[in-house]
């Protein structure tokens, strides 16, 4: 397979954050949790984080989840499992919290 | 992953990801676990850890030829509060899928998602 780029086939995952970072916080800087609007938030969130990740043209495939809840106090718990190839595979998380929601964004990248 | 190369661009229409099949799994290890439990800070961590293994554990056993699995869960404290989760990936329709699942009771709400990959 020859693919531009081929020395990047390890998942970079500071340049995977910064881009979710920027996509997050342009939607939701300044913003109150409001339930009409948090699907469009998250849908905005998400398609700007995959599209920008597409643009990057790396032999990748990409997984963009984000959770958008209202902060009520109550904690909240997470966790992932992944089965995959530990050499080219990897993921980042953004946590975005102000003082009426929580925003977690991961970005899984699994090499093709 | 330790089979090389086989060329197969498309996994064997047997041994494709179902996502009913799979929601159904994952439906029943979140009410196995889940059901008449409480909400406590301190087991919540350890269930959601051991629910993400075990639904990974479960889907390794459909073995599954060249594909790779992300799942993620969440269980958080149900206080009424609005939560919103949505996810979008940039893969192959044909080969790539996703199934959910939700569990909630008085105390507490858990999702899971699972994801499957294809490797070329």
Not at chain 1, 12 to 38: D, G, M
Not at chain 1, 80 to 85: E, N, Q, Y
Request: aromatic residues 12%.
């Amino acid at each position: 397979m020859d693919f531009e780029g081929e020395g990047d086939r390890t998942f970079n995952q500071e340049e995977v954050r910064q881009i979710v970072e920027e996509s997050v916080n342009s939607s939701l800087a300044n913003a109150i949790y409001t339930h009409s609007k948090v699907t469009t938030w998250q849908a905005t969130i998400v398609e700007n984080t995959l599209k920008r990740l597409a643009a990057l043209n790396k032999p990748f495939k990409y997984v963009v989840t984000c959770m958008i809840s209202q902060n009520t106090g109550g904690a909240t718990h997470t966790a992932h499992t992944c089965f995959w190839d530990a050499e080219t595979d990897g993921f980042t998380k953004f946590r975005f919290e102000n003082q009426t929601m929580v925003c977690l964004t991961t970005v899984y990248g699994m090499g093709i | 992953m330790s089979d090389g190369k086989t060329y197969a661009i498309q996994p064997q229409f047997h041994k494709k990801f179902k996502p009913m099949q799979v929601k159904e799994i994952i439906q029943k290890c979140l009410d196995e676990k889940l059901t008449d439990k409480k909400y406590h800070v301190d087991k919540a961590s350890k269930f959601t850890r051991e629910l993400a293994d075990t639904i990974k554990q479960e889907l390794k056993d459909l073995n599954w030829d060249r594909y790779k699995y992300v799942v993620q869960v969440v269980i958080g404290e149900q206080r009424g509060e609005g939560v919103k989760m949505g996810s979008r990936c940039f893969w192959d329709e044909e080969t790539d899928n996703q199934a959910f699942a939700t569990f909630s009771n008085d105390s507490l709400f858990a999702t899971a998602v699972a994801y499957g990959v294809y490797l070329y």
